[in-house]
């Protein structure tokens, strides 16, 4: 099973973007998430969603801004962020799990089995 990221730009500040994230194969994984590295940083939970109850976290950085959803027919997660800054500028990845994770573990990377390959984002005017 792979995961295919998309939807990456350039957009100014205060812009929006679109990020999608799609599962090949037929597994219907119990958690996703997004993450993000900064050229120079660790990498950073941003968004995790739970299929079992739809629970979703969100890293305070991002909260009121970006939000995560999924498309359970075409097995798609996509991240909708709005009101971009340069500080939300670096490469977002996608993740899965197979399971339903708790809740404490959502955003962090070693919870996550699966990856996608990465798309970059660039808020700069």
């Known amino acids: 099973v792979q995961l295919q990221a998309s939807g990456g730009g350039l957009v100014q500040p205060g812009g929006s973007l679109r990020l999608s994230c799609a599962a090949s194969?037929?597994?219907?994984?119990?958690?996703v998430a997004w993450f993000r590295q900064a050229p120079g940083k660790e990498r950073e939970g941003v968004s995790g969603?739970?299929?079992?109850?739809?629970?979703?976290v969100y890293a305070n950085s991002v909260k009121g801004r970006f939000t995560i959803s999924r498309d359970s027919t075409t097995n798609t997660v996509y991240l909708q962020m709005n009101n971009l800054t340069p500080e939300d500028t670096a490469v977002y990845y996608c993740?899965?799990?197979?399971?339903?994770?708790?809740?404490?573990?959502?955003?962090?990377?070693?919870?996550?089995?699966?990856w996608g390959q990465g798309t970059l984002v660039t808020v700069s005017s």
């Open positions: 194969g037929s597994i219907n994984y119990g958690t």
């Open positions: 969603f739970r299929r079992a109850d739809r629970k979703q």
């Open positions: 993740a899965a799990a197979s399971g339903t994770k708790i809740f404490s573990a959502m955003l962090q990377p070693d919870t996550y089995e699966d």
